[in-house]
């Protein structure tokens, strides 16, 4: 199947800090990316959908301010995590699709922030 | 999206056949089924997609009753690497493909 990367993996911020986690199509190209967030032992809850050249769609309760989505090219998005705080630390997961109706999504492998 | 309800938890043995079904009665005409498997820490992965009948692959078969309000996710001789979280999604890939995850079944193999 196509790959999707994320990076980094993990990656471990001060309080108060920002925070760039980078979302790639490896070997497609990706008309539409999403963004999860997932706190331990529970599930995948999404967090904005970003077009590619124009701006994210986020869901109900999610801070556009707060989690800045980029997605200028058809092979990467980006998610920055604005002044981050303890209750950001999370589990944040991209997917991508290529844009043909009947293409699955595909799941990068995640990124552990942990903000102190 | 059409709401979707799985077991939490399933335990099952090396070798059997494990059977997870979802429910999914409001299901709309234009939905597809997806199953997606996650390990801790991990991405998911897809491993199956359908909208009627049966579907099988080199992982899985996908069975989906005539009236579409359930399916079930059959993982032939399972093996210990086989424990994690399985995903059933249902949704309009013409439309919008915005992925919705339900709890999951946690599936947990023991040797």
């Known amino acids: 199947g196509a790959v999707v990367s994320q990076h980094p993996s993990r990656v471990i911020c001060k309080s108060g800090t920002s925070v760039k986690i980078e979302c790639r199509s490896l070997?497609?190209?990706?008309?539409?990316m999403f963004w999860y967030r997932q706190f331990p032992k529970q599930s995948l809850m999404l967090m904005a959908t970003?077009?590619?050249?124009?701006?994210?769609?986020?869901e109900q309760g999610v801070e556009k301010d707060k989690f800045l989505i980029n997605h200028a090219s058809l092979t990467l998005s980006t998610l920055t995590v604005t002044s981050a705080h303890p209750e950001d630390s999370s589990f944040y997961i991209c997917?991508?699709?290529?844009?043909?109706?009947?293409?699955?999504?595909?799941f990068g492998q995640g990124t552990r922030l942990t903000v102190v | 999206l059409a709401k979707t309800t799985q077991p939490i938890s399933m335990d099952s043995y090396e070798g059997q056949e494990v059977n997870i079904t979802c429910s999914h009665n409001n299901i709309a005409t234009n939905d597809y089924i997806t199953w997606y498997q996650q390990f801790p820490s991990q991405g998911p992965r897809f491993i199956i997609q359908g909208y009627k009948t049966k579907v099988t692959n080199e992982v899985a078969s996908l069975f989906i009753p005539a009236d579409r309000k359930s399916s079930t996710l059959s993982l032939p001789r399972v093996s210990l690497s086989d424990t994690a979280v399985y995903y059933c999604l249902v949704g309009d890939l013409l439309i919008d493909y915005k992925l919705s995850f339900g709890a999951g079944t946690t599936v947990t193999v023991r040797a």
């Open positions: 997917s991508a699709r290529e844009g043909r109706e009947d293409t699955e999504a595909f």
């Open positions: 970003s077009n590619e050249g124009s701006k994210a769609t986020y």
């Open positions: 070997d497609f190209q990706a008309t539409t």
